[in-house]
C-alpha cells in the first residue's frame, strides 16, 4: 500500500497541465509536456511495482517510442520483461539504457546480471571489467569480477580480481576464503593451504583461522601438517580443547581400550567439539563389528554414553551413541537413542533405516507401520521407507495399502537390484494376503527370470501361492531351492 500511496501522491504533483513550482521566491512554469512525459513514464512505474507486467510493458513501449533517448524508460522495460521472464526482451532493452545514458552505472549492473542469468558469464566479466575501470576503488566491483571470472572459467582472473579488493580493504576473511577455494578448485592444495595460513598469521588472535587451516589439512590426508597447525594452537591457547584432543597418539605399547579411555576427560568436555569426537571413533567400527575385544566394546560404549551427556540437545550423539550400540549387538538400547535423534533431527533418514530395522527384527509391527509411514512423508524418494511400510501393512493385514505404496517404490529402486526384489516379493504376498493366489503366482512368474529365482523368499512365497493353488509338487520344488540358497 505505500507503494501506491506514494504513486496518487506522484501522480497528484502532475495533474494539472500546467504546473507550477516556486524556486527562491519565484514561480516556474513546467512546459506541458514535460508534465505528460514525466505522468507517462510514472505510471508505467506503478503498473511495475503493482506487478501488473504486461501493461507496464506497453507503457513502457509507449513511453520509450516517444522518448527514445531517456534510458530511465528503457531500463523500466528492461525490468519488466525480466519479471514476464522474457530475457532476450529484456537484454534488448537493457542495451538502450547503456547506450542512452552510458555513465549511468546502475543499467550496467543490471545489464551484467541478464547476462548471467542467460548464462553469458563472459559478457557479465566485460561489463565489470569496464566498471573496475570507471570506479577502480570500488572494492564491490571488483569482488563481483572475481566471480563472475570464476565462472566463466577463468579461475586466475577471479584470483587477480581478489587481490584488487585485498589492496582496497586489506586482508579479511571473506576474500581469504574465497581465494581459497579457488586455489582448491584448481587442484592447487599447498596455495589454497598457504591462504588459510597467511589468514591466520594475519590474525594471530583469531584461533578459529588455525583451525580451519588444521582441517583442510586433514581433510586432504597430511596428518603431519595438521598436527603441526594443532600445536602451534596449544602453544598459543594450552586449554584449546580440540587441539588437545587432535595431538592425543595412541602409545604403541598400549591396547585400542587404553587409548579410547585417556579420552573421557575430552568426551566429557562440552567445549570440545562433537565432529572432533566423532572422528576419533570412527576408525574403530569395523572392530567393533568383529567383536572379540569386549574391552574395547565397553570403552566405545560409555564414550557414547559421555557424549548424549555432554552434547544432550545434538542429534549427532544420540547417533553415533545409537550406532554404537546397534553395531554392538545391543539393538533394545540403540533403539532409545534413535527415536532421541529424530526428535531432535528428522532429516538423517539413515537413522530411520536403522530404526526401522530394529523395529522389523523385533516384529515390533503396531509401532513399525506409522513410523514407516512418516518415513514415507519425510522422505518421498526413499524406497526403503516404503518396503518398510509395506512389510508392516501385510502383517497387519492391509494388503491393498501394501500394494499402493510397494508398487511405487519398485519405480524407485534403480538400480538397487536387491532392495527391488524384496520389494517385489511384499508384493507377491500382497497378492496372497488378499487370498488372490492367482495374481500372486502370475507375478512371481514374471519376477522370476529377472532375478526372482536367487532370491530365497520370492522362491518360498511363490511355493506357498502355488500350495494354495493345489499344486503340490511344483510347490515343494521351489521351498527346497529357498532352503538350498539360505544354506548356502
Given amino acids: 500500500m505505500k507503494i501506491s500511496v506514494l504513486v496518487i501522491v506522484t501522480l497528484f504533483s502532475f495533474s494539472t497541465l500546467c504546473a507550477q513550482n516556486t524556486l527562491d521566491g519565484q514561480a516556474k512554469i513546467v512546459p506541458e509536456k514535460e508534465v505528460e512525459r514525466q505522468s507517462d513514464f510514472v505510471n508505467a512505474e506503478r503498473e511495475r511495482l503493482l506487478g501488473h507486467h504486461d501493461k507496464a510493458i506497453e507503457l513502457y513501449k509507449k513511453f520509450t517510442y516517444d522518448n527514445p533517448d531517456i534510458g530511465a524508460g528503457w531500463y523500466g522495460l528492461a525490468r519488466s520483461y525480466v519479471s514476464k521472464n522474457d530475457p532476450a526482451n529484456a537484454l534488448d532493452a537493457i542495451v538502450k539504457a547503456v547506450e542512452k545514458e552510458p555513465a549511468n552505472e546502475w543499467y550496467q549492473i543490471y545489464q551484467a546480471d541478464i547476462f548471467e542469468k542467460i548464462g553469458r558469464a563472459k559478457d557479465a566479466v566485460k561489463v565489470y571489467e569496464n566498471l573496475t575501470k570507471r570506479f577502480p576503488n570500488t572494492y564491490e566491483f571488483w569482488d563481483k569480477l572475481a566471480y563472475l571470472a570464476v565462472l566463466s572459467g577463468d579461475p586466475k582472473g577471479g584470483l587477480e580480481a581478489l587481490d584488487r579488493v585485498e589492496k582496497i580493504r586489506g586482508i579479511d576473511e571473506e576474500t581469504s576464503m574465497e581465494k581459497h577455494l579457488i586455489y ?13 595460513q597467511r589468514l591466520a598469521d594475519f590474525y594471530p588472535d583469531r584461533l578459529e583461522y588455525r583451525h580451519r587451516l588444521a582441517q583442510y589439512y586433514e581433510a586432504m ?20 580443547p580440540v587441539a588437545k584432543l587432535a595431538v592425543l597418539e595412541k602409545d604403541k605399547s598400549s591396547s585400542d581400550a587404553a587409548y579410547l579411555a585417556s579420552l573421557k576427560p575430552l568426551f566429557s568436555d562440552p567445549k570440545v567439539s562433537i565432529d572432533a569426537k566423532i572422528k576419533e571413533v570412527l576408525p574403530y567400527f569395523p572392530k567393533l563389528d568383529a567383536g572379540g575385544d569386549a574391552a574395547l566394546t565397553q570403552t566405545l560404549l560409555e564414550l557414547g554414553g559421555l557424549m548424549e551427556k555432554a552434547h544432550p540437545q545434538d542429534p549427532k550423539a544420540w547417533s553415533l551413541s545409537g550406532d554404537l550400540l546397534y553395531h554392538a549387538n545391543r539393538p533394545a538400547e540403540a533403539l532409545e537413542r534413535y527415536r532421541k535423534c529424530i526428535q531432535l533431527n ?90 488372490d493366489f492367482a495374481a500372486a503366482v502370475q507375478y512371481y512368474e514374471q519376477i522370476l527370470p529377472k532375478g526372482g529365482d536367487k532370491h530365497p523368499g520370492i522362491l518360498e512365497h511363490y511355493g506357498d501361492a502355488l500350495f494354495q493353488k493345489g499344486e503340490r509338487g511344483a510347490a515343494v520344488e521351489l521351498w527346497k531351492k529357498a532352503n538350498a540358497i539360505r544354506k548356502s
Fill in 184 to 196: 582448491v578448485g584448481m587442484g592447487d592444495s599447498k596455495k589454497a593451504a598457504a591462504e588459510l
Fill in 346 to 435: 528428522p532429516t538423517v533418514f539413515s537413522v530411520w533405516e536403522n530404526t526401522l530395522d530394529i523395529l522389523a527384527e523385533q516384529k515390533n509391527y503396531n509401532e513399525m507401520l506409522p513410523l514407516a509411514e512418516q518415513a514415507m512423508d519425510a522422505f518421498p524418494n526413499q524406497p526403503k521407507a516404503y518396503y518398510y511400510y509395506g512389510l508392516a501393512a501385510n502383517i497387519k493385514g492391509k494388503h491393498d495399502d501394501a500394494l499402493s505404496q510397494l508398487e511405487q517404490a519398485v519405480l524407485m529402486t534403480g538400480n538397487n537390484f536387491a532392495l527391488r526384489l524384496d520389494i517385489q516379493d511384499q508384493i507377491g504376498l500382497a497378492y496372497s494376503g488378499k487370498k
Fill in 221 to 240: 590426508g597430511d596428518k603431519v601438517s595438521a598436527k603441526k597447525v594443532y600445536e602451534d594452537i596449544l602453544r598459543r591457547d594450552a586449554n584449546d
